[in-house]
């Protein structure tokens, strides 16, 4: 009986899955998104997800511990050059499983699988955060608090020049002598 046990063997030995997941994990990481059977995409997500989290801690040993899963020094450098960069304030779901329709050949069901923050079809209309307000109408509070002060001081600026003008006498000016030079 097999209770507990989550691994997926995937129909091969433990050699050859270890290898197959460390070939899929490599692709990924270089070319952003694969297609794959919807089984394998969900291992993958398994062996990729706790590399890009040790990729976040830039350090020998994360590097030596990520490139003894992938065995690509080139995955390896632009896991932690690239890709941890784009994903350093995330706190994890890296990646992304969108079913496919099924293989014509076996009808398999295919899905691709892709790092979220390197997709070009969703996030495009990203929207701003949400600032949300911690008491019950402050917002509304603070508008109409803010309203009212230049309202007041719009009212009496009006009146002291209202004032200005009916007190300062009437002086005539002397008709102007200047000519314009063209």
Do not use: W
Request: overall charge positive; cysteine-free; hydrophobic content about 35%.
């Amino acid at each position: 009986m097999r209770h507990g046990k989550k691994v997926n063997h995937l129909g091969r030995t433990d050699s050859h899955r270890k290898a197959m997941l460390a070939n899929m994990a490599t692709s990924l990481i270089k070319h952003k998104r694969i297609i794959t059977t919807l089984a394998k995409a969900k291992a993958l997500r398994q062996y990729v997800e706790p590399l890009i989290t040790k990729s976040k801690n830039d350090t020998t040993h994360s590097r030596r511990t990520v490139f003894a899963y992938l065995k690509d020094k080139d995955a390896v450098s632009l896991l932690f050059r690239e890709i941890s960069e784009k994903v350093a304030n995330r706190p994890g779901g890296y990646t992304r499983i969108i079913k496919m329709e099924n293989r014509l050949g076996d009808n398999a069901e295919m899905a691709f699988i892709e790092l979220v923050d390197y997709n070009e079809v969703y996030g495009k209309t990203v929207q701003a955060e949400k600032k949300t307000t911690r008491r019950r109408g402050g917002a509304k509070k603070k508008a109409t608090a803010e309203a009212a002060p230049v309202e007041e001081t719009v009212v009496a600026e009006e009146a002291t020049a209202v004032e200005e003008v009916e007190t300062t006498p009437a002086v005539e000016e002397a008709p102007a002598t200047e000519e314009k030079k063209d």
